[in-house]
């Protein structure tokens, strides 16, 4: 499964990764990468061809693992809509130098060269991503701004990169509106180094040459239609080495568990700890019996004293800091604060695992038949006897044993001594991950507003929000927030949060009061009150249950009975069961309602979202009674 | 933007050292010993003060540069993590130099300080000329006091960055002193409250010394543009100098030169650039491709509209600011494509070639940081380039990098009170107005056809409004469409009648559809009568606010809904009516229910005439838009006749 807007061109980095706030193995991978994915404006609903494209590239692997890559590309632009796809980017760094380079303007009508840039006219700036304080990548870059068109661009360039972990991804599309006349790519290899690759099923397999120790295989596409929108089975050719060496680091990466071993070879040494760092340890846990509330109170100690700050340079962008050296500045990138608890763990007498994984809520999940690099975070495993604790160690506010949205539910490597295991982290799908039991008491005033006191006890997905955002935003801020997630018109007046995870689930208890202007409606005949005062955040349940449940009592202070019969609503369907019910007893009303959600694994967003739409019609009704 | 003076020739070293108020590295009890800030609670970490000391070095200002933080929660550690940014330019224009940074933390009675060294800064080139140092502190925890102190150089001297005196994070104590050179000439262009109220005099001609205390964070809010509008600040532009040349007798002569004497000194500047030009005075090949072939057969107004039309479609605003062309009118034409200045002067050629009288029109935007225009011929207080267009009877403000929207509808940030024409003489700075009357209007029909209530529709959007639903997508017209349980209007989406039309220069949309729902209790209905509002909630749920609010454009909105009773029912409650306003009478609602036989007319308004509401109001307009959303949601009964009711019951005993 291809998607065109994610695909950086024929450069071997993940795009998806390219962005990650907690990047840090794709950073060292130099790339000629695609601005595709910064595009924006019409895509999609413009029909016609804005540029022809004729490419061929040539990766040749050397025999002292570094490689070199070589792309010859002619590009006809036949309209001013065409200028992104004129623009030459190149990312550098410690591994990757841009050999050569040369870029031609060319009148195609009359074959008159009329411009000619070098290497030396390139325009160069660091490219840091979000979240990173310094990274040694730079971006070489270049916009023709051709004066006609048609217009002809020749580009020649040529780079070297001193070591052979990550390989080129061949993409002959670059860009939608763009007509690709010819494109080509091929890749030699020496026998002893070897070469694995993986192509989708619209590609024929390559031509294969084998002369002198070297293989060769070489795939041509021609003529394909230009693209207006993403497609599924777009051409891609992905390619990996057998043997790899980076600064020294030898590997293979046939197997996981090769490459595993790869990657605890770069680790090697990296937990060690100073003789002060082991005795604050045993302070810390010594006195504790259960393996879970030794790793819980290593956890909160890193969490509480330690921040996540990334620098990645050279090989460090997948070679943990030491673990002294994270110690000593208090604080470090995910692979320095995962070796850090790793060797703190380790001094409690609890083995854990440094474990690679692809982050994000969005990301796809790793391609397992393709052993190669395909991380861009790291976390920890720590196997207990009955269980498997699994820990973010950049999180300064989850528990030990919860990971999040951006890395659950997919499948990681597992670092071992005896080399790489897959494993899958917890999908969190049972309902005590977003539960919510909400308790209000209203007294009404005068002029539809209304007094409210309200507890509530928060439990999974939601729990980790409120505490994230209590802990990193301003107290104004935060009841702002509360305002706006509460229910309508509240106004909160004072609250205190105490975040008391049960285990390894996030728990939050909230309590609060404020007025809520215009809670009711008054008629002259009638007092309508809401079914459904409160905010049900429904949209945030994503991972299959959730459970909810609400008693609102409001003390009406005055003289009411029903208009209309009270809802008694008690009903259940494949994916839900909710039930209401509303009772007035003198002059106090009480309204509990009750949701448990269970969709199952494979029901689609429009599925969910329509259930959603029958529960929210459901709640949003008026109560009416009539004044005595 | 940065101008670079290297005109001024002669200068010497100028200015006593002004000692800072804290000594680096030195900590008062105080400081470690304070905890929250007063005026802040609740504050993650406070600037406790910072200073800037300007000094001119030759044509090159100093400003050393001192700041000291107080963590004061763990959510506060992450501005251990500091970024200096600076303008190199091609030339070096701005530096830093004599970068030091330190950490303290109060441990055991005794003071713990942990000093960066250069292998912790790091430079990054983030592009267009733009470079920052980047720094982290290490073992930053609650309580750690930090602090770092540079010199930041600046060749740049035509206008002075002069001093911000607010962070991200409450500041106790922001201090700025510049020491001015006889020779030199600044006006001062100050923004604030504090700053107008602080005393900046000193004994010492051309010395000014501000301290501002209790200085709130700045963060954004909702219904604002930006808040570098009011931010606490002070900057200079170069008015004169004056400099001494030796004439061929070997005499000494000092002569006063000044920068932009007159709005039409600085007109004359941009004016004359050479690209500026190309498109004032276009050389005749280019202005033979100029002229509109059947301009002729249109009138003016038409003309306009044509041109206006031509340019959006056919030409590409690359997405770059600012106020002077980089181009030429040739490559414009080539390319199809420039930035604002240039796309807006390409309409400029077009319409002077044609006979339509037009103007180059800076500007500065909301969200620039300059909320008042200084009355004295500075470039940089402007960083839009529009044009003001005049027919026979009007004069439009137009700007031409917006494809599909309409011509006098500029983008709502450009909606400011002032701007300067560039004219070939008499320039100077002009009021704006932006006339429009905005609005949503909606008309509903509701009425019961067998068991079903059936609801006719009809919304009609004027000006901004229609502009802004205009330019939506379907599924997001659909979306809008949407009522608060998520119904979407129950018509397929080739009914939904949209029609948008245009009457002498206004915008209408007019958006129709009709619903028929069953009904699930047909003794007695509860009716809302407008199910589209322009908020369906409350768009206030900040308890409190800082800065002002902003709608950014006015409007006067309009509901009425008509309910048919159908035979047999009659109305049995309704909402009462009420009429109210907010104190200063900026925003408005009615809202009011009369009965004539059997209908029912359910008519509100309200109408915002000032777009910005002072924080000062805000509490009056949180609970005003409560009154207004809950208003309008309020339900009208109708029930069956009681004797109709009663015969009912009596069929169903029998």
Redesign the interface.
Known sequence: MFHLLKIPLHCGVFSNLFISMKLFLSLLASMVYCPLLLASGPIGVLPETYSILEENIKVTLEEDFGYVEEVDQSLLLL???A?DHAQFECLINSFTKLLDFEAKIINPLSGKTLQTIKRKQL????L?SDGT??GDN?LLFFLP?????PIKIEYRWKRHVSGNFHLPRWHPYHYFNQLIKKATFEIAYPEEIGLRYKSNVSLLPPTEIQKEGKVSLFWELSDLPSLTESADDLPEVATAPVHFSMQGYRGNMQTWEDFGKWMHLLNHGKGDLSEGSKALVHTLVDSLMDPYEKIDRLYKYLQ??Y?Y?S?QLGLGGWMPENANSVV????GDCKGLTMLLKAMLQEAGIPSDYTLVRSGSEAKPIDLDFPSNQFNHAILRVPLEEETIWIECTS?TLPAGFLGKSTMDRHVLVVTENGGVIDRTPSYSQSNYHRINHNLHLELLPQ?NAHLHGTKVIEGFPASTFTHLH???????F??FL??HTG??L??QEFSMATENEGKVPLVNLKYQGDV??FY?S????V?IPLSWTTWDLEEITTGAGELKEMLIIQLNQDLEW??SPPQLSYSCEYYSLDILADLKDDRLTIEKKLDIHFPEDITADKRNSV??EI??AL?Q?L?FIKN | MKLLVLIITGLLYHGIVIGQETKYGKYQPEEFALQTVDFEPDAAAVVLEESCVSLFLGVTIHNQIHRRVKVLKESGKELGDVVLRMYKGNDNIESIQRLKAQIVNFENGSEKVSKLSKKDFFEVDTGDGYREIRFSFPDVQEGSIFEYSYVKLDKSIVFLEGWVFQNEIPTLKSIYSIDIPSHFDYKMLKQGEKIFKTNHQTSTRGKYHWELTDLRAFKPEPYMNHYKDYLEKVEFQLYAYESQSTNEWGEKKEERKIMFGSWQDLANLFMEKSEFKSFLSPSKSIREKLIWESGDKLDKKELLYTLYKHVTHHYRYDGKEGVLPKEPIKNVLETKSGNRAEINLLLLALLRENEIEAVPLLISSKGNGRSTLIHYPFADQFNHMILMVKLQDETLLVDANRSGVPINFLPLDFHVNQGFPLLAKNSDLVNLSHPHRSGFNLFTTIGMDIGSLVTETHLRLLDYDAVEWGRLEEKELQKRLTNNTGESPEVPSEKLLVVNRKNDGREILDISYSEQKPLTDTEKMFITPFALKRWDNNPFQATDRTFPVDFNYTFNDRYSAKINIPEGYEVDDFPESISAALPNGALSFSYAITQMDRVLTVTASVSLKETLIPAVSYADLKYFMEIITSKLNEPVVIKVMENLAQQRANSQVE
């Open positions: 309209s001013s809509s200028l325009k160069e700036k660091n840091v304080l310094y730079k701004t051709p004066q006609q068109y509480k004293n921040r700050v620098i000593q500045s208090k604080f300064t539809g802990k990193n935003t301003s107290e104004k801020e009841t702002t305002n706006s309508g018109g106004v909160i202007q215009r409606q008629t002259s005949k009638r309508l208009d209309i959603f739409r929210k019609k949003n008026q009416s």
